[in-house]
């Protein structure tokens, strides 16, 4: 029976260990040794892994794996994967391969605007706090210049803090919602620093505001912070030939294949069920590259899913259509990236990655990702308008279910030749193992 604990924090390493295996595993010798055997032999990279989060036991290992052929705008990348789930590298590569002699990829950065906001409750009249925050901006800015120098100095900083109104949905409810622009830098920090500089200048301005009331002098700051909705620092990212450029090996006509392209992706535009697993499917690509930079994945995700709502219903964040005999497949996604900052200088996996891709600014790793997709999702579109999606999906997955049971590479390489032609299923690869070790018995 698990047990609480005081002090977790302040223990070494090893007496963590020491106290989950105890706690946790019956056999706490294996368990001590799956943890173990993930740590790296290099002490100096295991403690900069270490220190990274808080209560580190061991490392967890995700494939880095690479898409060549990528061409985007007339450039050519090899884009840098972390990701488990079998078949996406190879459906990227696919895609990266198929417009590489179909003109590549076109991509544009449309705008890259963040924002943040100071939440705060105010219950006097709005009349006088639209005359005090006219009065008290040019302050909130002047305050900060601590902060904004640097930034500032290379052409970024905050681009204009507006006073909104939020009273029809929460009684006495404003914000102070800033907008910025951080370069390189993801900026997270740095925009949660200048908000909290403005929500301390904003309550000590507050109390000395002839105009103000004695309660209405008490502003009530809620929180403040930033926001990982982004939807004016977006990408666009496109690939257009003419219909007949489609076809390959003649196994499907041009015309048919982009006209039932156009339609699954029309499809998951109306039919939020639909569109959920084709976003997953977008996602697939740009969380692989997202992590690999050291990137905050999470904060992508939720702004990507808040943007494929902003019309009130879940839609496809990719569109596609045939004017003119050409077939055009494009998105606009908002992306908040950073090349400096963050674990992009201090994860070596991560530097390395940065420099496969020829060292990009922001707005370039924007588009790089935006296009690995667009691959990903042209890749499983293609799939399921014309083969299904698991015949590819399962012969990757294929390496998985043989380590499962612990087939050796003789084992390894006579199943894989097996199923060159054979349809892959669980049970059918169960199946064909123990008839191969039944055989050599």
């Known amino acids: 029976m698990s047990k609480s604990i005081s002090g977790f924090s302040k223990l070494s390493k090893s007496k963590k260990i020491d106290w989950i295996v105890n706690t946790y ?45 990528f061409l985007i705008n007339d450039k050519l990348y090899t ?7 079998s078949s996406v590298v190879a459906a990227a590569s696919k895609a990266a391969k198929f417009w590489l002699d179909r003109g590549g990829f076109k991509t544009k950065v449309i705008a890259t605007k963040k924002i943040g906001q100071v ?25 900060t210049k601590a902060i904004t120098k640097n930034m500032e100095r290379r052409g970024g900083g905050i681009l204009d803090i507006e006073l909104k109104d939020k009273t029809n949905d929460i009684k006495g409810y404003y914000q102070l919602h800033a907008s910025f622009d951080t370069l390189d830098a993801m900026g997270a920090n740095f925009i949660n620093s200048c908000l909290e500089q403005f929500a301390k200048t ?45 076809s390959e090996n003649d196994a499907i006509p041009g015309e048919d294949f982009a006209h039932k392209f156009v339609q699954a992706v029309n499809i998951a535009e109306v039919e939020p069920y639909r569109a959920v697993t084709h976003n997953k499917g977008i996602m697939n690509g740009i969380d692989a590259v997202v992590l690999a930079t050291g990137n905050d994945f999470r904060a992508v995700e939720a702004g990507v899913h808040a ?6 219903q879940y839609s496809s964040l990719s569109h596609a259509k045939i004017e003119n005999g050409i077939f ?3 998105m606009e ?57 698991q015949q590819g999906h399962m012969k990757m997955h294929l390496m998985n279910i043989l380590n499962q049971f612990n087939a050796n590479d003789e084992e390894k390489q006579t199943l894989t030749e097996y199923f060159k032609t054979h349809t892959v299923t669980h049970s059918a690869v169960v199946e ?3 008839q191969l070790r039944m055989k050599n018995a």
């Not at 943007?307 to 009130?312: E, F, K, P, T």
């Not at 992306?335 to 390395?352: E, F, I, R, S």
Request: hydrophobic letters at 45%; charged letters at 20%; aromatic letters at 10%.
């Open 328 to 330: 055009t497949f494009w």
């Open 432 to 434: 064909a193992i123990q």
């Open 79 to 85: 884009i840098p994967m972390a990701i488990e789930e």
């Open 333 to 389: 996604i908002p992306l908040a990236l950073g090349t400096v900052g963050g674990l992009t200088g201090l994860h070596p996996l991560v530097k390395l990655a940065l420099e496969l891709l020829d060292k990009p600014s922001a707005k370039e790793l924007m588009q790089i990702v935006a296009v690995a997709g667009l691959a990903q999702n042209f890749a499983a579109l293609r799939s399921l308008t014309t083969t299904g999606i």
């Open 202 to 246: 904003f309550k000590s301005e507050a109390l000395m505001f002839d105009a103000f009331t004695e309660s209405e002098k008490q502003i009530e700051v809620v929180m403040s912070i930033l926001s990982n909705y982004v939807p004016d620092c977006l990408v666009r990212a496109e690939v257009r030939c003419d219909v007949h450029l489609l």
């Open 25 to 69: 595993f019956s056999n706490t010798k294996d368990a001590k040794g799956v943890l173990e055997q993930y740590w790296n032999n290099n002490e100096k990279l295991q403690q900069l892994h270490d220190e990274f989060i808080e209560n580190t036991i061991t490392n967890y290992y995700l494939p880095l794996g690479v898409a060549p052929n």
């Open 119 to 143: 939440h705060f409750i105010y219950s006097g009249d709005f009349k006088v706090l639209q005359q005090f925050f006219n009065h008290v901006k040019p302050k909130l800015i002047e305050d």
């Open 307 to 312: 943007y494929a709502s902003r019309n009130g």
